[in-house]
């Protein structure tokens, strides 16, 4: 059965799932890394570059606000990876390469230079991925730092929202390499169980995906798209998406429609923010919000 947490009982699971969240142990925008840990990521996603509109009146610089906010971290992350939605859906095959070549440019400024790029279904949906794969590559992947295995999933070049038959093959030959008690991290755009699939809140084989990771005793899954923290566990795994950079969508069934919560001048960044990962010695990871820098 999946089921559902909120903070404080993600907290009293923590040493279930392996993942504790440390308020405390980054602070905001600078000290040390958390003690204890390997090494940190930091996590982007839901950028949005080229979104105009109520929701964010300051979306033309709010990624860049993210960057610097990023950039003061006293300990600069070992890299940084970006889960999706770069930028803003447009019917023009040459404005979404205008978008992706400004957003390309903007992150650019980034002090860590190690930094992973994944597509959204807002960059990749209309043309399968096409415009994207000639800024950023092959939208899915793997790589290995400091003994943990990441494997980024593209679940959005489909409009279907499938990960697809070709890439499944791919992901268990993958794991096929990899021992039970080896450390995963799973990063993806759209949530690879099914959160809320009337808002396009789910993977449609998605379960597939879970059903080749379930054999690995120390997965984690880190997603985006539905621009807001939110934390579940699907049997020993656990899945944690991220803020987006421009407007906060509502808690998942909340209101009739799935719509971007109102802009508020008073709290212009409220719900906003990256992520912080200190992947520790013992499979635990600490995650520590970042909200947006108000300068």
Known sequence: MQTGYDRREFLRLGGIAGVAFASGL??????????????????????HWGYTGPANPDAAHTLEKAVETVNGLAAQPDFIVFTGDLTHTTDDPKERRARLKRFKEIV????????????????????????????????NYTFDHKGVHFIALDNVSDPAARVGDEQLAWLAADLKQRKPEDRI???????LFDLYP?????TADGAKVM????????VVVFYGHIHQEHHHV???IAHHAAQSLVFPLPAPGSQPRRAPLPFDAATPYRGLGTRDVAVGVASSYALKELPVAKA
Do not use: C, I
Request: zero cysteines; a negative charge; hydrophobic letters at 40%.
């Open 26 to 47: 980054f602070p905001a925008a600078g000290g040390a890394q958390a003690q204890g840990s390997d090494f940190h990521f930091v996590q982007f996603s839901d950028t």
């Open 108 to 139: 650019s400024a980034l002090r860590v230079k190690d930094v992973r790029f994944m597509p959204g279904e807002h960059d990749a949906s209309l043309d399968r991925g096409e415009a994207y794969k000639e800024f950023f590559g092959a939208p």
């Open 185 to 191: 991290v799973v990063m993806t755009h759209r949530p």
């Open 198 to 202: 009337s808002w396009d809140w789910a």
């Open 211 to 218: 059903e080749l990771l379930m054999p690995y005793r120390n």
């Open 234 to 236: 699907t049997g020993h």
